[in-house]
């Protein structure tokens, strides 16, 4: 709030154009900490075949960025995540122009169209990639940020969630995890980044999974001992041995990152959502948080 006891407004225009720019980019350009820990990968792996195919997905995004097209053909569905301040005037219309960037982006960029009008009853091409799957969260601040991230489907097939009994605690979080890795790496295209999410409801714990993707890799945990487990989930998906492309060698993941939350006293679910080597995502920030200006 500034001096004159004004809020500052977010724009649907403002939110839009961001995630228009952001699609543009997120589907040539793989994130720097992603390209840096493939790099750091490929340095250490001790596999011929696996360095040979880490150093081609290095070559692969060198291409895609040079040349302007996607990382991958499979140029995903977009999620989209909207943080804002609760000293932020946030008008109810501050998504309603994101379907038409997105539709505007992979029309442009000639993205591959991938979401069908329905599940179960109508599986057509909706021939744009709309809708993008959006959400709201309020936070303390007057900032805003937007979270963008092109997810394929071979990735978000490979996830899973699962209602644990509280008493099988942190270890009931690694069986599933590693469970989860043993099943359905393969087709996720690794080096992984896996996403966990513990806690909350049975609705939002696959949010807090996706939610841990957007942290880059090598960033603090929340916790010294969340960063603890990590790392313990991190060695024990490395040492399943499924290796880059699933060709084997001793990186099937490039980090694991676990989001916690509250839950019921007699629940504990868990979420796991694989991040494929393209990862493919942007946080960019509309008002810095904490500018009083």
Not at 71 to 87: H, I, K, M, P, Y
Not at 130 to 151: E, I, N, Q, S, Y
Not at 161 to 174: I, K, N, Q, S, T
Not at 254 to 279: F, K, Q, R, S, Y
Request: with cysteine; proline share 5%; net charge negative.
């Amino acid at each position: 709030m500034g001096e004159t006891g004004e809020s500052r407004a977010l724009s649907a225009e403002l939110v839009a154009q961001t995630v228009y720019d952001a699609v543009v980019r997120c589907a040539v350009g793989l994130r720097e900490d992603v390209r840096a820990a493939i790099e750091r990968a490929a340095e250490g792996e001790h596999a011929p075949r696996a360095r040979a195919v880490l150093g081609q997905m290095i070559e692969n995004a060198q291409v895609a960025r040079e040349d302007g097209v996607p990382l991958c053909q499979d140029t995903g569905t977009v999620w989209v995540r909207l943080e804002a301040g609760w000293e932020l005037s946030v008008p109810g219309n501050a998504l309603s122009l994101v379907d038409d960037a997105v539709a505007r982006a992979y029309a442009d960029a000639r993205l591959r169209m991938s979401v069908v009008r329905d599940a179960v009853f109508d599986r057509s091409n909706t021939a744009d990639n709309t809708p993008a799957f959006c959400d709201v969260a309020l936070r303390p601040g007057c900032g805003a940020t937007v979270h963008v991230m092109l997810k394929g489907g071979g990735s978000d097939n490979a996830s899973r969630v699962v209602m644990l009994p509280p008493g099988e605690g942190a270890a009931g979080v690694r069986r599933v995890v590693l469970e989860c890795v043993r099943e359905k790496a393969a087709n996720a295209c690794p080096p992984l980044v896996i996403g966990v999410g513990a806690g909350s409801t049975f609705d939002k714990v696959g949010g807090l999974a996706k939610r841990a993707l957007l942290r880059p890799i090598g960033s603090p945990a929340a916790t010294p001992e969340t960063a603890a487990f990590e790392q313990k989930l991190l060695r024990a998906v490395n040492a399943t041995g499924i290796g880059p492309a699933a060709l084997g060698g001793q990186t099937t993941a490039l980090a694991v990152h676990l989001e916690t939350a509250p839950c019921h006293i007699a629940a504990l679910p868990v979420a796991v959502n694989m991040g494929c080597c393209a990862m493919r995502s942007a946080s960019i920030e509309l008002i810095p948080w904490g500018d009083e200006q």
